[in-house]
């Protein structure tokens, strides 16, 4: 059975992956971080929630790869629209830009560092995001539902960006102009992947808000829509991969993770 890690940031966004995974069982890992391990249409999966920002995210990563081994890694989670994208649509990053590196001049000096998506996850994006076929895992059946998948870059940084008169917004806009959504954690997760040549890594985004008003977006329970649509098409992408087994019981997690540490 192959093996995928899904990570997440927020809790919103944990239980929105969880709500999919069968067989769950938690496992500590004996640093500290805690997962569940459980199957999902022939994978054992494990989920984890990083908390915000980039380098808890390249950390865990970093941790979940070292010591689950997984095939795949999935980031699942929300993000604040940029262009191109309304509430509840969902994002598959190609790659996340950090926005914050640069030189400190007599005015910013950007010298952009990157994390890409696996060419292959990327292009499986691209399939899914033409079909429907993803929004049968939306509870109540979404089908009909008018939601749109781009297959674009992101932005990621430790800013909170909550008003499109900001100097950061308008910092992106200018700078990263194909960037449609903006996040906190995507970067570290794509680098810690790409020290793990054989780990294959795509982040995934529903859009809880557009910047201006996230603050009453969130109250609307815009981060719980958006999660769901991000859930719902990543492990929709995760099916399709090739390799999957079909299931013959409960994950064998007696001993879940190689001896490793």
């Known amino acids: 059975m192959k093996r995928a890690a899904i990570l997440t940031a927020l809790p919103v966004e944990y239980l929105a992956v969880r709500a999919h995974i069968r067989n769950l069982q938690e496992v500590i890992h004996p640093k500290g971080t805690i997962y569940e391990i459980g199957e999902f249409e022939g994978w054992e999966v494990l989920i984890a929630q990083t908390g915000a920002g980039n380098p808890r995210a390249a950390m865990e990563t970093e941790r979940a790869i070292a010591s689950f081994a997984p095939n795949i890694v999935l980031f699942v989670g929300v993000a604040g629209a940029i262009k191109d994208l309304d509430l509840g649509d969902v994002v598959a990053a190609t790659k996340v830009y950090g926005y914050e590196f640069g030189k400190a001049d007599k005015k910013f000096l950007p ?52 008003s499109t008169r900001s100097p950061t917004h308008k910092f992106i806009r200018a700078q990263y102009s194909d960037a449609v959504a903006v996040e906190m954690e995507g970067l570290g997760c794509l680098l810690a992947c790409d020290a793990n040549e054989d780990v294959q890594a795509l982040i995934i985004r529903g859009i809880s808000d557009q910047i201006d008003g996230k603050e009453q977006a969130d109250l609307a329970g815009s981060q719980e829509l958006a999660a769901s649509h991000a859930a719902a098409f990543g492990l929709e992408i995760l099916s399709k991969v090739p390799g999957a087994l079909t299931s013959t019981g409960p994950p064998t997690t007696t001993n879940p993770f190689p001896p490793r540490f």
């Open 111 to 162: 010298r952009p560092e990157f994390g890409k998506a696996s060419y292959s996850l990327e292009k499986r994006a691209d399939v899914e995001a033409r079909k429907s076929d993803w929004k049968q895992r939306l509870e109540g059946n979404g089908v009909d539902c008018k939601v749109k998948v781009l297959v674009k870059p992101i932005a990621a940084g430790e800013q909170v960006i909550s």
